[in-house]
């Protein structure tokens, strides 16, 4: 075993060191790009992550180098030599797809996982095809159908909280993803039941490949990357037998797959793994291992990006007591209406969050050609990134970028200095999607947690006195008993809390990041975004938390 271990740790050795080199030749090769490959093999990875872990997050590393080397920089970090750039001309050259520049980079892993045939792992008229076809059951008018099943989940994940005296935002996350993202996702796209041994099974499936995605590169039984793609395998086995009941005619339920199942039939008939045999007409249908691929890479890119947006809301409204009073004045009006039709329309503080909290803060590229830039050459398959945070607190397009201001949306803003979900080909397509369920999660919190009116000094016994039940809120009774919850309670202790984690780590994000690397799972991807840190009952119990989530009792 241990002969084992040892081969595997040169082999690992070379393979850096390999890499290493090919990348010194590479910058050489770039040589007018201003920056520093930093150490040998390890390059400026370790002042990446401590700029990442520091309170000002990963805009502590950009700015520190773009004030010595300009706005085109390279560095050498996670293993690769990179250059970063921002600003808009950067980001309309990455972005737009003009002339196919540049290519989606991807980490080795996620490739693996998420397999050939995903939107993440294609590039040119395939990834334009799969767009096309995928793109249509994630459209607004399409998204309808599922409003009653992400309302009433929502209003259940927050009666889970109604009890509580204390709320840590790691916790609340973690909350938000167990019982309402992954649930509204792997519903929306399988019709999987909220509750049940599929449910249990598919998360443990889901846990396991969400690891994988940002692990070493070793396909050896025990580690993260093995157990990723085992857990792969037993979804697209499960995947598999949803298929192929629905094709017998079994079932057939209201969900993307079906809607994918039926447009994609070949001529009534399944569509078969090859993707071949029909002629010209199949060429515009969708195979199954496309199916598979595809409805994995939603359910990755989906669910982590969406409880990040939300938990970070939710900061940002408990830190900014005026916003969050005009939202629910705006919620309250919209709940007198709201007869089960209505859609809720609301936006400005969804964007102000996503641009302060930069959930994607880079968009990692590779240069399918070589291409100029601020006068600089940047040579064919050099890994390129756009650094979104720097273009999201850029103070000439907004003013005072670190205040939140909802507000600041009113106006209209130049072309992109707003990449919240991105632009261009790449462009988010689960915008809607994460629009509607931050929407009516966060229509049910400001609504149903209240501050007494005229006071923003809450009693503990309010706090504690009282249940809004689903039925009650929804028959619109509002009588004392009813109504003391309050939302700027659980926002103090949620600022306290986060503040604490945003002071010793940085973010949610770079929180957990850390923990990976701490579990020796090394490198990440570039896209990977926030992950709970889970504060169990354990933690309670013992009164024993992770350092960074030391929970804030309320009274
Ligand atoms: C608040 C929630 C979300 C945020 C902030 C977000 C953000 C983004 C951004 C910035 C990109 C572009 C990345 C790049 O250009 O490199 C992107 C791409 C993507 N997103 Fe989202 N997203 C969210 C929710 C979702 C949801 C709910 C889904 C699935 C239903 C989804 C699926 C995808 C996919 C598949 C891509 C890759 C598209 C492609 O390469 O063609 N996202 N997202």
Request: net charge positive; hydrophobic share 40%; charged share 25%.
């Amino acid at each position: 075993m241990a002969v084992f271990g040892a081969a595997v740790l040169v082999a690992l050795a070379v393979t850096c060191g390999l890499i290493w080199l090919r990348s010194r030749r590479l910058s050489k090769e770039m040589r007018d790009i201003p920056g520093t490959m930093g150490w040998p093999v390890i390059g400026e990875t370790f002042s990446f992550i401590s700029g990442f872990s520091s309170p000002a997050g990963i805009l502590s590393f950009m700015r520190d180098r773009q004030r010595r080397f300009g706005k085109v920089f390279k560095t050498y970090v996670l293993g690769r030599m990179t250059v970063f750039m921002t600003g808009r001309e950067a980001a309309k050259i990455l972005l737009s797809g003009k002339d196919g520049v540049v290519s989606l980079n991807l980490f080795y892993t996620g490739k693996q996982v998420l397999g050939p045939t995903s939107l993440l792992t294609t590039n040119g008229d395939e990834h334009k095809k799969l767009r096309r076809l995928i793109g249509e059951p994630l459209s607004i008018d399409a998204l309808k159908k599922y409003f009653g099943f992400i309302n009433d989940l929502a209003v259940q994940t927050l009666d889970t909280w109604l009890d509580r005296r204390v709320l840590v935002l790691e916790e609340a996350s973690s909350v938000i993803i167990k019982l309402f993202t992954l649930k509204v996702i792997a519903n929306m796209l399988i019709s999987l039941e909220p509750e049940g041994e599929e449910q249990e099974k598919f998360r443990a499936n889901f846990k396991f490949i969400s690891s994988s995605f940002a692990s070493l590169p070793l396909k050896i039984p025990g580690t993260a990357f093995h157990r990723g793609l085992k857990a792969r395998n037993r979804m697209y086995a499960m995947l598999d037998s949803v298929i192929a009941g629905r094709r017998d005619g079994g079932e057939v339920r209201n969900d993307f797959l079906q809607t994918l199942l039926r447009k994609h039939a070949k001529d009534g008939a399944a569509a078969d793994e090859d993707g071949g045999g029909g002629g010209d007409r199949d060429a515009d249908k969708l195979t199954d291992a496309q199916l598979k691929d595809n409805i994995l890479t939603l359910l990755v890119a989906g669910h982590d990006t969406t409880t990040a947006g939300l938990t970070w809301l939710i900061k940002f409204l408990g830190e900014n007591p005026e916003a969050l009073q005009k939202l629910r004045e705006e919620h309250m009006e919209i709940k007198e209406r709201l007869d089960g039709s209505s859609h809720l329309r609301w936006s400005d503080v969804m964007n102000e969050t996503l641009r302060r909290a930069t959930i994607l803060p880079w968009f990692s590229r590779k240069a399918a050609q070589d291409f100029s830039i601020d006068g600089y050459e940047i040579k064919k398959g050099t890994s390129v990134n756009l650094d979104v945070v720097s273009i999201h607190h850029d103070p000439s397009v907004f003013a005072d970028p670190y205040k939140f201001d909802p507000n600041r949306f009113d106006e209209t803003l130049k072309p992109y200095s707003f990449l919240g979900f991105g632009s261009g080909p790449r462009m988010c397509p689960g915008m809607s999607l994460a629009r509607l369920e931050i929407c009516v999660f966060i229509h049910h919190l400001v609504c149903r947690y209240s501050t007494p009116a005229g006071s923003q000094e809450i009693k503990q016994q309010q706090l504690l006195r009282g249940k809004v039940t689903r039925n009650s809120y929804f028959s619109g009774k509002s009588d004392k008993e009813q109504q003391p919850r309050s939302i700027a309670q659980i926002f103090r202790s949620l600022k306290h809390d986060h503040s604490r984690a945003v002071t010793r780590h940085g973010t949610i994000q770079e929180a957990t990041q850390q923990q990976q690397l701490r579990k020796g799972q090394g490198q990440w991807n570039n896209n990977q975004v926030a992950k709970p840190i889970r504060v169990t009952k354990k933690h309670y119990a013992r009164q024993q938390w992770p350092s960074h989530a030391k929970p804030h009792m309320i009274d």
